[in-house]
């Protein structure tokens, strides 16, 4: 009997100690396949946004953003210094809102600039992560303004824009279409519609250090030959801007960039007239830096 007990004593301890080392090496098993799963943190970088100006860059907004740079540009004796600030809200339901602002201070005192509204819809977006294409379309509004420098006119906007993805590159392309309202103000020269095509590219060498190019390319039509102040013909220019945004915090970069004309227009004193200051190029090249904020 004691024989009996001793050897089934035996058996179960056995069998205790061996569940015992299969536990450990199931937990030893999640614990190592998790330590190697890849980080996402380069993506979501890349996805951050960054705009400048009347556009958007290649990259890909969160739920809310927030931008802000400080550009520096001369024209003829004049040295002017404009504060930029764009904001960006992205819905769950495929819709996001963008609003920006601009004022510039000059020999002559500030001038506040036109407020521009944006309402636009992600249309269509498929592919994974890394190599993700995306179409948007949007429209607005850019507002008047009474300053030296602002448009007295009210103007509505429409566009379209699309991004593709290929791991650490992203390339965009982009295309809108300004309608020019009637000037308020009488000595402000009259103007057609206003086209723009931009087309960027972007790099991010690491989770902190991503560079990017934006070409841009602005059309403007001839004014109303009815009106006496108007702009004679049609007038094109481009711009050539490359930028370095260095990750400064989690949710915060740094944008060094400059803008450089690589076509200048013909009527460039009639452009001053027609109050297109904020057309990137329309005057002169321009440096600017400034933080981009990501939540």
């Not at 009996?4 to 450990?24: D, E, G, Q, Y």
């Not at 030893?28 to 799963?37: D, M």
């Not at 860059?57 to 953003?65: A, N, R, V």
């Amino acid at each position: 009997m004691s024989k009996s007990l001793l050897l089934s004593s035996a058996l179960l301890s056995a069998c205790f100690i061996s569940s015992a080392h299969a536990l450990v090496d199931y937990s030893n098993t999640v614990g190592g396949a998790e330590e190697k799963a890849p980080s996402n943190k380069a993506m979501s970088r890349m996805s951050a946004p960054a705009n400048s100006g009347g556009g958007r860059s290649l990259s890909w907004k969160s739920d809310f953003s927030f931008a802000t740079n400080y550009e520096s540009m001369e024209i003829g004796d004049n040295k002017y210094g404009i504060l930029n600030m764009n904001a960006h809200i992205q819905t769950p339901v495929n819709v996001y809102i963008d609003a920006s602002y601009w004022n510039a201070n000059g020999n002559e005192g500030s001038s506040s600039g036109n407020p521009r509204l944006i309402l636009g819809f992600n249309w269509l977006r498929f592919g994974s992560p890394s190599d993700e294409a995306k179409l948007d379309i949007y429209g607005g509004v850019k507002l008047s303004s009474s300053s030296t420098l602002g448009s007295s006119r009210t103007d509505k906007i429409v566009g379209a824009e699309t991004t593709k993805r290929f791991g650490t590159f992203g390339i965009g392309i982009g295309y809108d279409m300004t309608l020019t309202g009637n000037p308020k103000n009488n000595e402000e020269h009259d103007i057609g519609n206003i086209g723009r095509l931009t087309i960027s590219g972007g790099w991010m060498v690491s989770e902190d250090i991503q560079f990017e190019v934006e070409a841009e390319n602005f059309s403007i039509a001839a004014g109303d030959e009815s009106r006496a102040n108007r702009l004679q013909e049609k007038v094109s220019f481009s711009t050539l801007s490359p930028k370095l945004n260095l990750g400064l915090a989690p949710a915060v970069n740094l944008e060094l960039g400059a803008r450089f004309r690589m076509k200048k227009a013909k009527e460039e004193s009639n452009l001053l007239a027609a109050k297109v200051f904020d057309l990137h190029g329309a005057h002169s090249n321009s440096l600017f830096a400034g933080l981009n904020i990501t939540l």
